[in-house]
């Protein structure tokens, strides 16, 4: 079946290094969507890309879609401790087009 | 504004006992609900959606039922809990499908002893 893979499931740095995580999917998506899960919290919704290649940007975050729809990456520039948790992919399945989940990439950052 | 309330936030229960987990959606009608299940804080995985009431498609086969018996109401429930049931059990909703972001409900933390 269709998954959704991520790498690295651990990251950790130092205050001020960047971060990218990276999100494989085994086939094309329509879209995908990003989330931020906080420690003990729950996914909290960033952004979701559309069109090949897209690019988007929130502060010191950057959201690609490659240009084949099938993998995407986020990167945080400058990270800060209140970018830790854990950053999940997701894409649509199935003919409902619900969302899978990659397993996600934690990220600590060391102040 | 749409608010996503799940209850309750923690819940330690016997193995055998029965399991009932309410959410309810405000502020839309008709919205996609879903039930997500995430063992050892990690990956997400679907256990239920629905797109209307007394729909209901269920994913993974599991010892979980759920049910809508109302347009904002999701419920998920289970006549007999075992250990493997433990997990941190979420609720979400969505204006339809994956063309729209998910919201999450805080989840409910299960565990089974």
């Known amino acids: 079946g269709q998954q959704v893979m991520q790498i690295p499931q651990y990251q950790h740095v130092q205050e001020g290094e960047d971060f990218t995580t990276y999100c494989n999917s085994s086939?094309?998506?329509?879209?995908i969507q990003w989330y931020k899960q906080r420690p003990g919290g729950h996914p909290v919704f960033l952004i979701q890309l559309v069109k090949s290649g897209e690019v988007k940007k929130q502060k010191r975050l950057t959201f690609q879609f490659g240009e084949a729809k099938k993998n995407s990456s986020l990167h945080i520039t400058a990270t800060q401790t209140t970018d830790v948790g854990t950053y999940f992919c997701a894409g649509p399945t199935g003919s409902q087009g619900n969302l899978i989940f990659g397993k996600g990439t934690k990220l600590s950052v060391k102040p | 504004s749409q608010t996503i309330h799940q209850w309750p936030a923690t819940l330690v229960q016997p193995v055998g006992s029965p399991l009932s987990l309410e959410c309810t959606v405000e502020g839309t009608s008709n919205p996609n609900l879903y039930w997500y299940r995430q063992a050892a804080g990690r990956g997400l995985q679907l256990l239920f959606y629905?797109?209307?009431?007394?729909?209901i498609s269920s994913e993974v086969p599991q010892n979980l039922s759920a049910s809508r018996p109302q347009d904002r109401q999701f419920i998920l429930s289970s006549k007999k809990l075992l250990l493997s049931d433990s997990g941190f059990y979420l609720c979400a909703w969505s204006f339809g499908g994956s063309l729209y972001g998910y919201t999450f409900g805080s989840g409910t933390r299960l565990t089974v002893v």
């Open positions: 629905s797109i209307g009431i007394g729909q």
């Open positions: 086939t094309t998506l329509s879209n």
